[in-house]
């Protein structure tokens, strides 16, 4: 694959890790809230007889945060013998006492989220353990990852990170949350272990093939081989688990093709965020009108779930919703979940026609093949039977009278009581549904940038960089 000089990357890099390290005053305002605040839950924790010591953890204590982007965690440690029904509600009572109001957000466990200094800061509750054997929730891990990269961590590493967090964020694969389907940012810490730069990621990471295995040190353990994740990355502090299982097919595939578009023609644009203009009301109308399709959504509120559990009922009603109408015959081109990460959900749907023909054909069993009889039996004088069944090549076919034609009509159904196709969560609500004539389409405000974002489909700004220049 031809590459760009690496004198002109190496130009880029360098000049990036000068505005990508965090200023002075930012470093010192950081240091002192997280000890201020790490004091405060110490006061607290001791006026409530609570027996957890409050440890900093993330990218903060470590230092590879990016200017302006802080992640401050505090995480509580309990004995392994405190009762697992208390350390939600003892971590919220020391919060509280510590930093009056608080937002309450679930994990493994209820934990608080509270603000200081301008800083958001999350109050976790976890036990304190040695090694992973002794693990008793996923956030346990949190404290070890952090001793782990503390102890290995130098200056050099801490610019390299930062230079692949700024470039994950650029090209939109950065966050292991539902949302985002990306990189963590305990994963890009250990990328950066395991290749030693970001160039060499980058040079090694363009030439990826799915699915990826990578460790850090040793042969991958057995369960690698049966697992279905794109790209696997064992946790050096618990061999039994994926640190990329987040890491969607898409984002994997975004991240080394942006990794071999960058190495072919470097540019500083990778690594800024991008931003689409909001869109209007009358933009989206003509859109679509533009587009000549139909925009369907399915709104759901009074939903009081955590943002994750919010998420992933959106994105799996989306998924499931598309496939029950691809198999009614209302050809969805595309389908994505929203949530306000409070109590409203949105499937959104844009399919090629509203109204389906009456008529629809149905393919049966070959000629003389098992289920001929029954095929015909059912179809031979039905009321619904349009034309056949006849031999069309080897198979039987018959015309049949669809039922439901009406988009809306397909989808009340799908979506109601006990028979309805969604997820849990969305089955004990009657949704909204909303087609782009509705007069008070599209329902909420709010919604309306990510249906902007959903038709643009923002093109992967680094597309053109990898089709080779013209003589």
Request: proline content about 8%; some cysteine.
């Amino acid at each position: 694959m031809p590459v760009s000089g690496d004198v002109e990357i190496r130009d880029i890099i360098e000049e990036l890790k000068e505005e990508l390290t965090p200023s002075p005053e930012e470093r010192v305002l950081v240091k002192g809230t997280i000890s201020e605040a790490v004091g405060r839950l110490k006061s607290a924790l001791a006026d409530l007889g609570l027996p957890a010591e409050p440890t900093p953890v993330g990218s903060a204590v470590r230092d590879t945060w990016l200017p302006g982007k802080a992640d401050i965690d505090i995480f509580l440690l309990f004995p392994l013998d405190y009762p697992s029904d208390e350390l939600g509600p003892a971590t919220l009572a020391a919060a509280e006492r510590a930093f009056g109001a608080y937002k309450l957000r679930y994990a493994s466990h209820p934990y608080a989220v509270v603000e200081l200094n301008g800083f958001e800061i999350d109050v976790v509750p976890a036990y304190r353990i040695s090694n992973y054997t002794e693990l008793r929730s996923p956030v346990d891990r949190t404290p070890l990852h952090n001793r782990f990269l503390l102890e290995r961590l130098n200056d050099r590493m801490r610019s390299e990170i930062r230079l692949l967090k700024a470039f994950l964020r650029g090209i939109g694969a950065y966050g292991a949350e539902l949302a985002v389907g990306g990189f963590s940012g305990y994963l890009a810490e250990l990328l950066i272990l395991k290749y030693g730069s970001f160039l060499d990621l980058v040079k090694s990471a363009s030439a990826w093939r799915p699915p990826v295995s990578l460790t850090l040190e040793g042969e991958p353990p057995d369960w690698v081989a049966e697992s279905e994740s794109p790209l696997i990355f064992v946790d050096p502090v618990d061999p039994r688990r994926n640190v990329a299982s987040a890491v969607t097919e898409t984002q994997l595939n975004r991240f080394r093709s942006a990794c071999s578009a960058f190495l072919k023609q470097p540019s500083r644009e990778f690594f800024t965020e991008k931003t689409l203009p909001p869109v209007s009301r009358q933009e989206l109308a003509r859109m679509l009108k533009d587009r000549g399709t139909t925009l369907l959504l399915v709104l759901y509120e009074g939903l009081a779930e955590p943002p994750d559990t919010l998420w992933s009922q959106a994105i799996s009603g989306a998924f499931r919703l598309k496939r029950a109408l691809e198999e009614a015959g209302f050809n969805p081109l595309q389908a994505e979940g929203w949530t306000d990460e409070t109590s409203r959900i949105a499937l959104v749907l844009e399919v090629e026609r509203a109204v389906l023909p009456v008529v629809e054909k149905r393919v049966g069993p070959e000629v003389g093949g098992p289920g001929e009889a029954g095929f015909l039996k059912k179809h031979l004088g039905a009321r619904d039977t349009l034309g056949g069944p006849f031999i069309e090549g080897s198979r039987w076919v018959a015309f049949k009278a669809r039922r439901l034609t009406s988009l809306r009509d397909v989808v009340e159904e799908l979506t109601s009581g006990v028979e309805s196709i969604l997820p849990k969560l969305l089955r004990g609500s009657e949704p909204r549904i909303l087609l782009q004539d509705d007069s008070d389409f599209p329902g909420w405000d709010d919604l309306l940038p990510f249906l902007g974002e959903f038709l643009r489909r923002r093109r992967d700004f680094f597309a053109e960089r990898l089709v080779p220049p013209e003589d």
